[in-house]
């Protein structure tokens, strides 16, 4: 027996943020990325919809490459900083 909720309607692996979100969640974050990666959303159209910059974006996708999801925490980035100092990404402009 579970006393789980069941997840609410158009909530899945797949969904992205709303629009207007304003609280970034690490799920949030790696749903972003996912879009950007699968080519579901272009790095430019994921700017202008949810108001985030380029490098922000860049930021969250390194993190994920050097120490995984966790990594997308804000309270990790300060940790983590000098790992995602780099200039390596792999989101590139489309």
Do not use: H
């Not at 690490?26 to 959303?41: E, H, M, T």
């Not at 930021?59 to 050097?66: F, G, P, S, T, Y």
């Amino acid at each position: 027996m579970s006393f789980m909720s069941p997840p609410p309607p158009g909530f899945g692996s797949d969904a992205l943020p709303p629009a207007d979100t304003v609280r970034w969640v690490p799920s949030r974050k790696a749903a972003v990325l996912k879009a950007i990666n699968d080519g579901r959303i272009s790095l430019d159209s994921a700017c202008q919809r949810w108001r985030l910059s380029i490098e922000e974006i860049q930021l969250w996708q390194r993190a994920v490459d050097k120490v995984g999801t966790p990594g997308l925490r804000v309270t990790r980035v300060q940790i983590y900083r000098p790992l995602f100092d780099s200039s390596e990404t792999n989101i590139n402009d489309e």
